[in-house]
């Protein structure tokens, strides 16, 4: 039988554990600098508890510095995800580039497909980061189609936030952590120039961690947290 939740009513189970469960995470970044800006302040709680984490970043951004030649911007942008992993304290060897082409990622998902279950073959990550179905931006839900595609088995998903606020049912408080995601962020000097994106993100996160009940919580990210089956459940059939 298939499980069914209403998004609306996420909120009213909202909690704040510390972490959530698994040591062996993968997440999914359309493009370098999603994994910091929606999820950074976790994937720093998991490191600081010693679990392994593998980045996969699906296209490298191409089309994401105004003026500059795709190749030099993919030189560029993998260059500031290493800088962002590193001040994270993520190996640069668990970091993948796919390499799809951004903006265009459902173009090239027979390939995606290949690798990410390659991916998901070798490592069997017991959680998965990926933007929300939600975000409004179409390869980060090409990201959604991709991994429901690409599970064989349930696994527990928690679904970040960037483009789009979503109604989340869990939040990580990352008060601790945000100068760290802070100086991450800054990697992305490529990215900041376009857009003030560190204000943006850092203004989400107070505003999640404000508004929970905890003065304690000053930062938080919100995140839609479920298993994978229910999650994509509710996910609508196109973008
Ligand atoms: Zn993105």
Request: proline residues 5%; glycine residues 6%.
């Amino acid at each position: 039988m298939q499980v069914r939740i209403r998004l609306h009513q996420l909120y009213a189970q909202l909690q704040a554990p510390q972490l959530f469960a698994g040591k062996k995470i993968l997440v999914l970044a359309p493009h370098p600098d999603d994994e910091v800006f929606g999820c950074g302040g976790a994937l720093i709680k998991h490191v600081q508890a010693g679990h392994e984490i593998q980045v996969v970043y699906l296209t490298s951004g191409e089309q994401g510095i105004a003026g500059k030649m795709p190749t030099e911007t993919i030189e560029i942008r993998e260059r500031e995800a290493q800088n962002a992993l590193e001040i994270m304290g993520i190996p640069a060897k668990n970091a993948f580039f796919f390499r799809g082409p951004d903006g265009a990622l459902h173009d090239k998902m027979a390939e995606m497909l290949q690798k990410t279950q390659q991916v998901l073959q070798n490592f069997q990550p017991d959680l998965i980061y990926l933007p929300s179905f939600l975000d409004r931006h179409a390869d980060h839900f090409t990201a959604n189609r991709l991994l429901q595609a690409a599970l064989v088995k349930n696994v527990q998903v928690a679904a970040y936030e960037i483009w789009t606020p979503h109604i989340p049912n869990r939040l990580i408080d990352i008060s601790r952590q945000i100068a760290i995601k802070q100086k991450a962020m800054q990697a992305y000097a490529s990215q900041l120039a376009q857009l003030d994106y560190e204000a943006a993100l850092l203004g989400l996160n107070r505003y999640r961690g404000g508004m929970y009940t905890n003065p304690e919580v000053v930062y938080a990210e919100a995140y839609m947290y479920l298993r994978s089956d229910v999650y994509f459940a509710e996910m609508p059939a196109s973008y």
